[in-house]
């Protein structure tokens, strides 16, 4: 018996052996084939950038070649109608900055109010858990904060924050003098900022993780305040991360699309431009997705993917920015490789 | 960058006993500053933690007021029927959202099936290949350069507009198929997917031990069979999790679908043709003006936020206990 299954153990260590080792002409073949294999895969992205730039391109070029790329990403006008159309993508883009910007005021303060809270205050029996909370927050579709927004947080920003404001303020501030109606560019902001905090806070938090205790031991140590510790030892330490990170939620409220689309109050044209707070307005990637399946003609079709194309530039150049910010920190921290 | 935060300490252990001049005097203002303003400074201190804490309830309440909503919302139209039946006539509350159900099965299963290899083996090479010491001089130089290239155009399409790379299914597959179909939003997917696979793929594989490599090596294995059966055997996991965190991450993307695979109310029918998804037909659901519409609406987000809170917390199974760190976002 015994000798019977040492018999078979060894039978079958001598086949994996040799499986793995394999013959010599076999090895090299089969490690060529692989490398081959692996490396066409990382290719596969550059292939997938070459279609990216050739889609937006070949897509826009109509709208390019008719308006000229500075008239379009100046003009105003949207008319669909044959005959007179003409197409411009300035309010869009004044719409989608607009209402980023608010995103980033109020989204990147809080998120580095989370940020604190979670590495310099909370014991981590409560920053675990809070963490996790946060980071699940993340995961939520931004349709269904979409969904959300319209039907129910518009109404309560209205009565709570917008009449308030009108009201108090609508009579001297240009800026607030409209009557608000609750599916505004303020809306979208706030909305957009509730979408970015998880984001924007989960890094802001690694990065604050990444500042070696030495940092803050030393500025305790002069008598420093928790606060001014972090003010002086934590924050200048960290600050290429931490301003990554506000450019990096700042991009994805560039790029969002639904939850815009549901509560920004799809101006088209001039009117899009937002005068005050409240106005109604438009961004890029709203408009794309309002119109897209609709668009009666080619050349709007075109003047769209062109929205498309002015997308892509902004939100390359704010990632790329955000990007080398970011592994500048990051190099500093230590871990990586063992 | 820390030695212009605090002078002083780096100023005394390199000169030994004398602190410099520079030195003694920040100590000196610093000792004022404490004293003068030791209770303002109290003060200040006290009001940032509990602004700190004001924003982090203030981050957590939509949270609690999202799920809440979707949850009291949700359950009041879930049925059978809502699960399985095809949308009735617009404004009525018969019929349910089978085919977006279905459809979101379909459209994100073809796209992991696509993503997911190239994303895993993508990974492979950039942490198996691209570091490789036995190649030396100008020939190293250009794959870490290729390396490198991979790496930030990795990153450039994470940070792509999903409305563009909708953009591009629409224009890369759906012009040249001469329909909206499955492919073209299963093509737009990967595009999201592949990135962020490859990205947590290269990042695990890292992490196991040079010495398994090497021990493997050392029995004459070859480099194909020490990268399947040694170092991806041991960082299956964190691949596995990296997979689930990028399908969670597509199943509620919206805006590529709009441009690829359309959305309809009939059942899937071909691969070539137009399927629905279950954002989608939120998305549309909550542009009627029908009470019905929004209740349905509602109803298919706590399908939605069921589904993605399932691949959460089944990423979070996985990696318990075995050290992986799990990042629900993806920069």
Do not use: C
């Given at each position: 018996?015994?000798?019977?299954?040492?018999?078979?153990?060894?039978?079958?260590?001598?086949?994996?052996?040799?499986?793995?080792?394999?013959?010599?002409?076999?090895?090299?073949?089969?490690?060529?084939?692989?490398?081959?294999?692996?490396?066409?895969?990382?290719?596969?992205?550059?292939?997938?950038?070459?279609?990216?730039?050739?889609?937006?391109?070949?897509?826009?070029?109509?709208?390019?070649?008719?308006e000229?790329?500075?008239?379009f990403?100046?003009?105003?006008?949207?008319?669909?109608?044959?005959?007179?159309?003409?197409?411009?993508?300035?309010p869009?883009?004044?719409?989608?900055?607009?209402?980023?910007?608010?995103?980033?005021?109020?989204?990147?303060?809080?998120?580095?109010?989370?940020?604190?809270?979670?590495?310099?205050?909370?014991?981590?029996?409560?920053?675990?858990?809070?963490?996790?909370?946060?980071?699940?927050?993340?995961?939520?579709?931004?349709?269904?904060?979409?969904?959300?927004?319209?039907?129910?947080?518009?109404f309560?920003?209205?009565?709570?924050?917008?009449?308030?404001?009108?009201?108090?303020?609508?009579s001297?501030?240009?800026?607030?003098?409209?009557?608000?109606?609750?599916?505004?560019?303020f809306?979208?902001?706030?909305?957009?900022?509730?979408?970015?905090?998880?984001?924007?806070?989960?890094?802001?938090?690694?990065?604050?993780?990444?500042?070696?205790?030495?940092?803050?031991?030393?500025?305790?140590?002069?008598?420093?305040?928790?606060?001014?510790?972090?003010?002086?030892?934590?924050?200048?330490?960290?600050?290429?991360?931490?301003?990554?990170?506000?450019?990096?939620?700042?991009?994805?409220?560039?790029?969002?699309?639904?939850?815009?689309?549901?509560?920004?109050?799809?101006?088209?044209?001039?009117?899009?431009?937002?005068?005050?707070?409240?106005?109604?307005?438009?961004?890029?990637?709203?408009?794309?997705?309002?119109?897209?399946?609709?668009?009666?003609?080619?050349?709007?079709l075109?003047?769209?993917?062109?929205?498309?194309a002015?997308?892509?530039?902004?939100?390359?150049?704010?990632?790329?920015?955000?990007?080398?910010?970011?592994?500048?920190?990051?190099?500093?921290?230590?871990?990586?490789?063992? | 960058?820390?030695?212009?935060?605090?002078?002083?300490?780096?100023?005394?252990?390199?000169?030994?006993?004398?602190?410099s001049?520079?030195g003694?005097?920040?100590?000196?203002?610093?000792?004022?500053?404490?004293?003068?303003?030791?209770?303002?400074?109290?003060?200040?201190?006290k009001?940032?933690?509990?602004?700190?804490?004001?924003?982090?309830?203030?981050?957590?309440?939509?949270?609690?007021?999202?799920?809440?909503?979707?949850?009291?919302?949700?359950v009041?139209?879930?049925?059978?029927?809502?699960?399985?039946?095809?949308?009735g006539?617009?404004?009525?509350?018969?019929?349910?959202?089978?085919?977006?159900?279905?459809?979101?099965?379909?459209?994100?299963?073809?796209?992991?099936?696509?993503?997911?290899?190239?994303?895993?083996?993508?990974?492979?090479?950039?942490?198996?290949?691209?570091?490789?010491?036995?190649?030396?001089?100008?020939?190293?130089?250009?794959?870490?350069?290729?390396?490198?290239?991979?790496?930030?155009?990795?990153?450039?399409?994470?940070?792509?507009?999903?409305?563009?790379?909708?953009?591009?299914?629409?224009?890369?597959?759906?012009?040249?198929?001469?329909s909206?179909?499955?492919?073209?939003?299963?093509?737009?997917?990967?595009?999201?997917?592949?990135?962020?696979?490859?990205?947590v793929?290269?990042?695990?594989?890292?992490?196991?031990?040079?010495?398994?490599?090497?021990?493997?090596?050392?029995?004459?294995?070859?480099?194909?069979?020490?990268?399947?059966?040694i170092?991806?055997?041991?960082?299956?996991?964190?691949?596995?999790?990296?997979?689930?965190?990028?399908i969670?991450?597509?199943?509620g993307?919206?805006?590529?679908?709009?441009?690829?695979?359309?959305?309809?109310?009939?059942?899937?029918?071909?691969?070539?043709?137009?399927?629905?998804?279950?954002?989608?037909?939120?998305?549309?659901?909550?542009?009627?003006?029908?009470?019905?519409?929004?209740?349905?609406?509602?109803?298919?987000?706590?399908?939605?936020?069921?589904?993605?809170?399932?691949?959460?917390?089944?990423?979070?199974?996985?990696?318990?206990?075995?050290?992986?760190?799990?990042?629900?976002?993806?920069?």
């Open positions: 018996m015994t000798s019977g299954s040492v018999h078979i153990n060894t039978d079958i260590k001598k086949k994996v052996s040799s499986f793995l080792v394999g013959s010599n002409k076999n090895r090299r073949f089969g490690d060529k084939l692989f490398h081959g294999l692996v490396f066409g895969t990382a290719a596969y992205t550059l292939f997938i950038i070459v279609i990216v730039v050739f889609s937006v391109g070949a897509g826009s070029i109509k709208i390019f070649s008719q000229g790329f500075i008239g990403v100046t003009g105003t006008a949207w008319n669909a109608v044959e005959g007179r159309e003409s197409y411009g993508a300035l869009y883009i004044i719409g989608t900055l607009m209402s980023s910007g608010i995103a980033l005021l109020i989204g990147v303060p809080m998120s580095m109010g989370v940020a604190y809270f979670l590495v310099e205050m909370a014991p981590s029996r409560v920053s675990g858990p809070l963490s996790f909370i946060i980071e699940l927050l993340a995961a939520v579709p931004s349709i269904i904060y979409g969904l959300w927004a319209l039907f129910v947080f518009r309560l920003i209205k009565d709570w924050i917008e009449t308030p404001l009108y009201n108090t303020l609508g001297y501030i240009p800026f607030f003098n409209q009557a608000p109606f609750g599916l505004d560019v809306t979208a902001g706030i909305v957009l900022a509730i979408m970015i905090i998880p984001i924007v806070s989960s890094i802001s938090r690694d990065v604050m993780k990444a500042v070696p205790d030495s940092q803050r031991e030393a500025a305790y140590s002069l008598g420093a305040t928790r606060w001014e510790t972090s003010r002086m030892a934590v924050f200048p330490y960290g600050k290429s991360g931490l301003l990554g990170a506000s450019i990096l939620g700042f991009g994805r409220a560039v790029g969002e699309t639904m939850l815009v689309t549901l509560i920004i109050g799809n101006a088209i044209g001039p009117s899009a431009i937002p005068t005050t707070l409240f106005s109604q307005s438009q961004t890029l990637s709203s408009l794309i997705a309002n119109e897209f399946n609709e668009a009666s003609s080619d050349l709007q075109s003047a769209l993917i062109g929205l498309g002015v997308l892509l530039i902004i939100t390359m150049i704010i990632n790329i920015g955000a990007r080398i910010m970011v592994s500048r920190m990051v190099k500093v921290s230590p871990g990586g490789r063992e | 960058m820390s030695s212009s935060n605090n002078p002083s300490s780096r100023k005394e252990k390199s000169s030994g006993e004398r602190p001049k520079a003694n005097n920040f100590r000196q203002t610093f000792q004022e500053i404490s004293i003068k303003h030791a209770s303002r400074r109290r003060i200040t201190n009001i940032v933690s509990i602004i700190a804490i004001v924003f982090v309830i203030g981050a957590i309440i939509p949270l609690a007021s999202i799920l809440f909503e979707v949850i009291k919302n949700g009041a139209v879930l049925s059978v029927q809502f699960l399985t039946q095809p949308p006539a617009i404004g009525s509350d018969a019929g349910g959202i089978g085919p977006a159900i279905q459809g979101t099965l379909i459209t994100v299963g073809l796209a992991s099936l696509i993503g997911a290899p190239i994303g895993v083996l993508s990974g492979v090479y950039l942490s198996e290949f691209a570091t490789t010491s036995s190649v030396k001089g100008p020939k190293q130089r250009a794959i870490s350069f290729f390396a490198n290239t991979i790496r930030l155009f990795n990153d450039v399409l994470t940070g792509l507009p999903s409305i563009v790379i909708g953009i591009v299914g629409y224009v890369a597959i759906v012009l040249a198929l001469n909206f179909s499955v492919w073209a939003g299963a093509f737009a997917l990967s595009i999201i997917m592949i990135p962020i696979v490859s990205r793929s290269e990042e695990t594989l890292k992490l196991v031990p040079n010495s398994l490599r090497e021990a493997g090596y050392s029995l004459g294995i070859s480099k194909t069979k020490i990268t399947l059966f170092v991806l055997k041991n960082a299956k996991d964190g691949v596995l999790t990296g997979v689930i965190l990028a969670s991450r597509i199943a993307e919206t805006a590529p679908l709009i441009m690829t695979i359309l959305g309809t109310s009939l059942f899937f029918t071909s691969l070539t043709g137009p399927v629905d998804a279950l954002p989608l037909r939120i998305w549309r659901l909550a542009s009627q003006p029908y009470e019905s519409a929004h209740g349905f609406g509602w109803g298919a987000a706590l399908v939605l936020i069921l589904i993605i809170l399932a691949l959460s917390a089944s990423i979070r199974l996985i990696a318990r206990g075995k050290g992986i760190r799990v990042r629900t976002e993806t920069i």
